[in-house]
């Protein structure tokens, strides 16, 4: 319960004395990534990236997979410390994740021995709410993502693209916002993934955050995002840094049919293709 | 016969008549099997008894079914043989929450100590390799017969199958339920609870499941050694006096309480694990 206190009181802190939130531009410096193999010479995955992102700008990271996308989204939520340069959120450098970060994995990491509800309310409770308005919050955001029938059911019981909903809706649920997303959409069928996508941008529209995003799909990539940021071939750097001016909001049907979309589009694709070309 | 419509209420909205029928199905493949299974036993039992009664086998060093079957009876309404039972039992009982309850703890508190891990395996893997029932004559020596040295061989069997299963399921956190962990700043204390501990469960089971049988086990052979009450006991006695049926029917006890013991701790496990999703 002391942990619990201490969190409301990390979250109030984090969103300021009067109310009013504290800035939460993210200025990545001169990151450089080495992993340690046991084996022969360390893996550099990450090369040089500098990248600054303004509090509530919509970014979708791109590249050739392997290139250091999921590394670079976990430097930035604190799991991984950058071999060398420095990260910064709201001028702090960061060191460990913060109470008004979100995180959607790249794998669904729900806990398989809690039921779906039950996992929505325990990062809850991580997240230093209140045990009283945890079940309302759950209820609320399952039914947003259409599992309003699972909450009692086991991980197992959900097919692959109902657990990335309830990933989806947990992280949500705290109002983070910073949100970290690894191809949330991936594993998901053509229909189901517009109708996430959709519901995302809209939820998103409404809180303002920031998000990071990975994805290997440019389409979704330009539809959804303010800006993506492609990277090249391992070591990653920075290819392309590119600004979507497409107006919000957003209509995922119908943009796709828009010059903006068809030119950044084929610029992104051709620089993808290089990098894949490349050997 | 009933059937288990409710087994799953998680998924109330999924189609039920399909997993009713399932679920027939399997019960009556399962009778089947059952009823095969009972008949290979008493096929078995008959061909011994048909080869006691034509004298193809010497009855005085193999005994008769019949005969077993008859002492069996005998015993189930011989106080005497019952302060026997009892007396085994009670040690069992005692050696398995005792050995199991210690053994967990002290597994789950060297997985988290990797210094006292490091200092202790090689003899924890020494002790673990010998065969441990032959301390049963030294327990004897040290508690004297009775109850307790018996209790100190179960204890010394359970002990170590108790730890190394512990030890081993909290070392099976993956590495992206410890990133959701770390993410979610959680604390010693809640990673424990939360995460090591769930996952580590499974594995406490199997090391609890084959803990009941050593438990009994190194009762028994206790018994053998010294003792002034037990099933251990009469089995010595019965086959001293070249009493090859009464000495069966002892053994056959022992069998259905060790399968008893068995199927309630897969029953339990059952239930505890039912977020694995196994039928
Ligand atoms: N924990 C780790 N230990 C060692 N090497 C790692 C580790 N994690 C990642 N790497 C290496 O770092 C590089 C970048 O990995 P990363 O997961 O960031 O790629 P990615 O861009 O997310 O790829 P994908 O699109 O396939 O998910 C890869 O070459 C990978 O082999
Ligand atoms: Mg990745």
Avoid at chain 1, 36 to 52: E, M
Avoid at chain 1, 237 to 249: E, S, V
Avoid at chain 2, 78 to 98: C, K, N
Wanted: contains cysteine; charged residues 20%.
């Amino acid at each position: 319960m002391r942990e619990q206190a201490a969190r409301a009181v990390e979250m109030s802190a984090a969103r300021g004395a009067a109310g009013e939130a504290a800035s939460l531009d993210i200025d990545v410096v001169d990151i450089d990534h080495y992993f340690r193999s046991q084996s022969d010479r360390p893996v550099h995955a990450v090369d040089d990236v500098s990248l600054q992102i303004p509090q509530g700008q919509f970014v979708a990271l791109v590249g050739p997979s392997g290139c250091g996308k999921t590394t670079l989204l976990n430097m930035i939520a604190g799991l991984v410390e950058p071999s060398s340069g420095r990260i910064m959120v709201g001028g702090t450098p960061i060191k460990g994740s913060r109470p008004e970060f979100g995180y959607v994995f790249a794998r669904d990491t729900l806990l398989p021995w809690r039921t779906v509800r039950q996992n929505v309310e325990f990062v809850l409770a991580m997240s230093g709410v209140d045990r009283r308005e945890r079940a309302g919050i759950a209820n609320d955001w399952l039914k947003r993502v259409g599992l309003q029938d699972f909450g009692d059911a086991y991980r197992y019981q959900l097919s692959q693209g109902m657990r990335q909903r309830v990933a989806i809706a947990r992280t949500l649920a705290t109002r983070p916002r910073l949100i970290l997303m690894d191809e949330p959409f991936a594993a998901l069928d053509a229909q189901t993934r517009l109708i996430l996508q959709n519901e995302f941008i809209r939820l998103w529209e409404e809180t303002g955050a920031t998000v990071v995003f990975v994805t290997h799909d440019l389409t979704e990539a330009i539809l959804m995002s303010d800006r993506v940021v492609l990277m090249t071939r391992r070591p990653g750097r920075i290819k392309i840094d590119k600004l979507i001016d497409l107006p919000r909001p957003r209509n995922l049907e119908a943009d796709r049919f828009t010059p903006e979309f068809r030119l950044s589009y084929d610029q992104l694709s051709d620089a993808l293709r290089e990098e894949l070309d490349r050997l | 016969m009933t059937i288990d419509v409710k087994a799953n209420p998680a998924v109330a909205s999924s189609p039920a008549p399909r997993r009713m029928s399932k679920n027939v199905r399997f019960i009556g493949g399962h009778l089947g099997t059952l009823s095969a299974q009972i008949s290979v036993g008493i096929v078995a039992l008959l061909l011994w008894e048909l080869a006691a009664h034509y004298k193809l086998i010497d009855t005085f060093f193999v005994g008769r079914p019949s005969a077993m079957l008859l002492a069996f009876a005998g015993h189930m309404t011989d106080s005497v043989f019952w302060g026997h039972a009892v007396s085994t039992l009670v040690a069992t009982f005692w050696g398995f929450a005792i050995g199991s309850t210690t053994g967990t703890l002290a597994g789950l508190v060297l997985a988290r100590s990797k210094w006292l891990a490091t200092l202790s395996m090689p003899y924890i893997t020494m002790l673990n390799t010998m065969p441990r029932v032959a301390l049963a004559p030294l327990f004897i020596l040290w508690f004297g017969v009775g109850m307790n040295s018996k209790i100190a061989a179960a204890v010394s069997l359970v002990f170590f199958i108790a730890l190394i299963n512990a030890m081993a399921g909290s070392r099976q956190l993956d590495r992206d339920l410890d990133d959701l962990a770390r993410f979610l700043r959680c604390s010693e204390f809640t990673r424990f609870v939360h995460f090591v501990f769930p996952v580590a469960v499974p594995s406490i089971f199997a090391g609890l499941r084959l803990g009941v049988i050593y438990s009994l086990l190194g009762v028994v052979v206790a018994e053998m050694i010294a003792a002034q009450t037990g099933l251990g006991l009469l089995i010595t006695s019965y086959t001293n006096q070249f009493a090859v049926s009464e000495l069966f029917s002892v053994l056959l006890f022992l069998m259905l309480v060790s399968t008893l013991l068995n199927t309630s701790m897969e029953k339990l496990e059952k239930r505890l694990l039912r977020w694995q999703g196994r039928e």
